[in-house]
C-alpha cells in the first residue's frame, strides 16, 4: 500500500505479473496479513516499508521474497529501470526466497530464512 498502483503497469510492461494489494486485499490489511497471501501465491512483496524485512528476519521465514525499495523519490519515472533491472539480477534468488534491497546506486540480495545456521 506505500507504493503508487503505477508500478503495477511498469512491472507488467517490464516482462513480471504484478498486482497492487488495493486490488486483491483489505487497505487496512496488517504486513502479516499481506505476506501470508503473497506466501500462499507465491508472490514477491515490493514495498518501501522496512517492517517487511524486520518480520522476515523477526520469525526466521523463508518466504514470501520482498524487494525494499530505498529512495526518497519512489515515482516509476525515477526508478523504473533501476528496479526492472535489479529484479532481473535477483530473480533467481527471489524464486527460492530472498530479502533483496534496491537504490539507485546498488542492489543487494539475502538468502532466506535470514537466520540461517553457519
Known sequence: MNLSPRWVD??????????????????????????????????????????????????????????????????????AIALLSALQQMRSELLAGALGTVDVARTRVRVLPLNRPD
Open 10 to 79: 511498469v512491472l507488467v510492461r517490464g516482462g513480471f505479473d504484478a498486482v497492487h494489494w488495493s486490488a486483491v486485499g483489505n487497505p487496512r490489511a496488517t504486513d502479516r496479513e499481506i505476506m501470508a497471501h503473497a506466501t500462499q501465491l507465491g508472490f514477491v512483496v515490493l514495498t518501501h516499508d522496512l517492517d517487511f524485512g524486520s518480520i522476515l528476519a523477526a520469525a526466521n521465514l523463508a518466504a514470501p521474497s520482498v524487494v525494499q525499495i530505498r529512495a526518497d523519490d519512489l515515482s516509476p519515472e525515477s526508478l
